[in-house]
């Protein structure tokens, strides 16, 4: 602040001496250029005295005439006659000799300081000194007048740029604190996710891009969480895999143990109870065979890698077979088969096997009267009158790994309607459920 105002009196000073110096200069341009309009009023014969006192009126300026012998020949501010001739001639012959054509001289009388101008003529082939004289007092005054106006323009001016720094400081604190405020909301992962600022081009690029940061965050905060969230149903589905599994390979292993441990601790086992036990551990063992082929099987559909083999085949022949196969396990089942005998299908034999098979062990497992299968050239129906099945577990029984959470219906690993489907969807043909529980259910495979 010490520096700004000695910078300040510094820049005044010049600019004082400066407008003095011009203002000086111009006084004097004017003052011999009327000394010079003075010497034409000369020639005409003109009464020096009503001249003088005219100039003095008018002009408010000092007029003294001289001859060149040092006679006073007209003054405009004293009395001609008490003056001192010779005296005044030689400053008037000085002054008009001075290299400028002019003389700043302090007036102990008027206490003053006066700016002298002489120019020496010839009229009438006679020489004159004239000399003009101003006081530089209303100089100083103009200037200092000036200065005050400058100075009072200044401080006015220097106010109000204070002023508007201090409020575009004040709204550029309050457009830092905002965008501070929201960056530590983004930090604490609160909701806002959008910003705006009119105030500059810069704070509206800014908070457009903050904005678009806080949106893209947000953006990939919900797909994390949507991400944990698949995380966790991936980890608690393989959980419940690796139980299902578990619990599937547990029991015939443990039947197949518990045989084989009695015939190594018994060797003259009666014959026909050996022959009963091998029979279990065969059949276990079948089991273990049947649950690895169809974890093997869900696989190769769930990643493509299944290959086919299309062929033409009679509907009613593979239904009747399936049938057969499945007499040595349900031999006390009735099953009813309605449809044209005539009637075929391009499929993979092997493929559309393991779906009927599937739906028939189903109406097996969970009916005890007999099973019903409609055919025509459009669609399987499988239809029995079990248990039937929950709407809520209708919509989920087709996916992987699903289990329903009832004991009345077990659905082992939970890919055997997962293994349907997928075939189903391989030949380009689409299962239709529709159930009731206690009522009964009909698997469709529609062509």
Same mark, same amino acid.
């Given at each position: 602040m010490i520096l700004f105002f000695i910078l300040f009196l510094i820049i005044g000073a010049i600019i004082y001496y400066w407008i003095k110096g011009f203002y000086i200069e111009q006084t004097k341009e004017s003052l011999l250029n009327n000394i010079d309009l003075i010497s034409f009023e000369l020639q005409k014969d003109t009464n020096l005295d009503l001249l003088a006192k005219h100039i003095k009126d008018t002009l408010h300026t000092r007029l003294t005439v001289i001859s060149n012998d040092g006679v006073v020949i007209a003054e405009s501010h004293k009395d001609k006659t008490k003056m001192d001739n010779h005296k005044y001639r030689d400053e008037i012959m000085q002054a008009s000799k001075e290299k400028f054509g002019y003389k700043i001289r302090h007036s102990h009388t008027l206490n003053k300081d006066l700016l002298y101008v002489a120019k020496k003529y010839n009229i009438n082939k006679t020489f004159i000194y004239i000399r003009l004289a101003k006081e530089l007092v209303s100089i100083d005054h103009q200037i200092i007048s000036l200065g005050v106006k400058i100075l009072l323009i200044l401080i006015i001016f220097f106010f109000i740029i204070f002023f508007i720094t201090y409020k575009i400081s004040k709204e550029i604190e309050s457009e830092t604190q905002k965008i501070v405020n929201f960056l530590n909301s983004l930090v604490k992962k609160r909701k806002l996710t959008y910003i705006n600022s009119d105030f500059s081009v810069e704070f509206f690029k800014i908070t457009k891009h903050l904005s678009k940061i806080s949106q893209i965050l947000t953006k990939k905060d919900k797909q994390k969480a949507k991400y944990t969230k698949k995380l966790q149903i991936s980890n608690k589905q393989k959980d419940d895999i690796i139980s299902a599994i578990s619990h599937e390979f547990k029991n015939p292993i443990a039947v197949?143990? &518990?045989?084989?441990?009695?015939?190594?601790?018994?060797?003259?086992?009666?014959?026909?109870?050996?022959? #009963?036990?091998?029979?279990?551990?065969? #059949?276990?063992?079948?089991?273990? =065979?049947?649950?690895?082929?169809? /974890?093997?099987?869900?696989?190769?559909?769930?990643? &493509?890698?299944?290959?086919?083999?299309?062929?033409?085949?009679? /509907?009613?022949?593979?239904?009747?077979?399936?049938?057969?196969?499945?007499?040595?396990?349900?031999?006390?089942?009735?099953?009813?088969?309605?449809?044209?005998?005539?009637?075929?299908?391009?499929?993979?034999?092997?493929?559309?096997?393991?779906?009927?098979?599937?739906? !028939?062990?189903?109406?097996?497992?969970? =009916?005890?009267d007999e099973v019903i299968i409609n055919f025509n050239q459009n669609r399987v129906d499988i239809i029995d =009158? $079990?248990? $039937?099945? =929950?709407?809520?577990?209708?919509?989920?029984?087709?996916? #992987?790994?699903?289990?329903? $959470?009832?004991?009345?219906?077990?659905?082992?690993?939970?890919? &055997?309607?997962?293994?349907?489907?997928? !075939?189903?969807?391989?030949?380009?043909f689409k299962l239709e459920i529709k159930s009731q529980e206690n009522k009964g259910s009909t698997f469709s495979i529609i062509f």
């Open positions: 197949i143990n &518990g045989y084989c441990q009695t015939l190594l601790d018994d060797e003259d086992i009666n014959k026909n109870i050996r022959k #009963k036990f091998l029979e279990k551990i065969y #059949k276990n063992g079948d089991k273990l =065979s049947s649950l690895i082929d169809t /974890l093997r099987l869900s696989i190769k559909l769930d990643s &493509g890698q299944q290959q086919t083999n299309f062929t033409t085949i009679n /509907l009613y022949n593979l239904l009747y077979e399936s049938i057969e196969n499945m007499k040595i396990n349900y031999n006390k089942r009735e099953t009813i088969i309605k449809g044209d005998k005539n009637i075929t299908i391009k499929v993979d034999p092997t493929l559309f096997e393991v779906v009927i098979n599937n739906l !028939i062990e189903n109406a097996y497992k969970y =009916s005890e =009158s $079990g248990i $039937g099945i =929950s709407s809520k577990n209708l919509e989920n029984i087709t996916e #992987k790994f699903y289990r329903v $959470g009832s004991n009345n219906w077990n659905n082992s690993l939970g890919l &055997g309607l997962f293994i349907v489907n997928n !075939i189903i969807t391989l030949h380009n």
